[in-house]
């Protein structure tokens, strides 16, 4: 597609449940990124992507957050027995190899809510 | 670590007011620098960039220069209009961190007719 797509655009779930975030990026870029948005914390670095390499997971909070990447393309970000401090808008990013160059695409987000 | 400090909002300005919003950063090596803009209810937008010392960054009428001497990137526009009503997030990559982005806090702008 033209932009980086995540889905779903919106997600309410119980405290305790697990949910996974979607993220497709633009085709051809290998790098992939994921940031979390929260109420007064700013943009959050989550995990990268680059290509075949190992990810750089520096960023999660816990480990009830994971991340894979199939076929070098689409991300699925996971959480694991929700809190409510998980709520956030939770963004994807790609970018071609060398994105500090060519600046980075991002997907519009997903709100997520734990209720 | 890298860090990117912004000018506190929020920050309402009446049309046709000249904006500048302040970034300043530390990094230990040569980072490329960069605005982002969000409008209500939309993604982050790239708004500019600049990839070594002394380039500057323009689009849409905003402009921002490198500056390495006092390690800031701020943001300047000579006319604001009411469409620029968003919040503006400074940011920068570098090499060493594996080239993701460390943002600032943002700063939220308001443009008043």
């Known amino acids: 597609g033209a932009g980086v797509s995540q889905s779903p655009s919106n997600k309410v779930t119980e405290k305790g449940k697990d949910v996974e975030l979607r993220c497709d990026p633009i085709?051809?870029?290998?790098?992939l990124y994921w940031y979390r948005q929260s109420l007064g914390q700013g943009l959050e670095f989550l995990i990268y992507?680059?290509?075949?390499?190992?990810?750089?997971k520096s960023g999660l909070p816990s480990d009830r957050f994971s991340a894979e990447r199939t076929g070098g393309s689409v991300s699925t970000l996971t959480i694991q027995r929700t809190q409510q401090e998980d709520s956030a808008v939770y963004l994807c990013?790609?970018?071609?190899?060398?994105?500090?160059?060519?600046?980075?695409?991002f997907g519009s987000g997903t709100r997520l809510t734990v209720v | 670590g890298d860090s990117v400090t912004q000018m506190e909002g929020p920050v309402t300005l009446s049309e046709e007011a000249f904006l500048t919003i302040n970034c300043t950063y530390t990094a230990t090596g040569y980072p490329s620098l960069f605005w982002y803009v969000q409008y209500p209810g939309e993604g982050l937008q790239l708004l500019l960039k600049a990839t070594k010392a002394d380039d500057k960054g323009s689009n849409k009428g905003f402009e921002a220069t490198y500056r390495k001497e006092t390690t800031s990137f701020h943001l300047e526009k000579g006319s604001v209009q009411v469409s620029d009503s968003a919040v503006y997030f400074c940011a920068l990559s570098e090499e060493t961190s594996g080239s993701r982005l460390t943002f600032g806090e943002g700063t939220q702008l308001t443009v008043n007719p």
């Open positions: 992507f680059q290509g075949n390499s190992a990810p750089d």
């Open positions: 990013a790609s970018s071609f190899t060398g994105g500090r160059s060519y600046g980075y695409t």
């Open positions: 085709s051809g870029h290998t790098a």
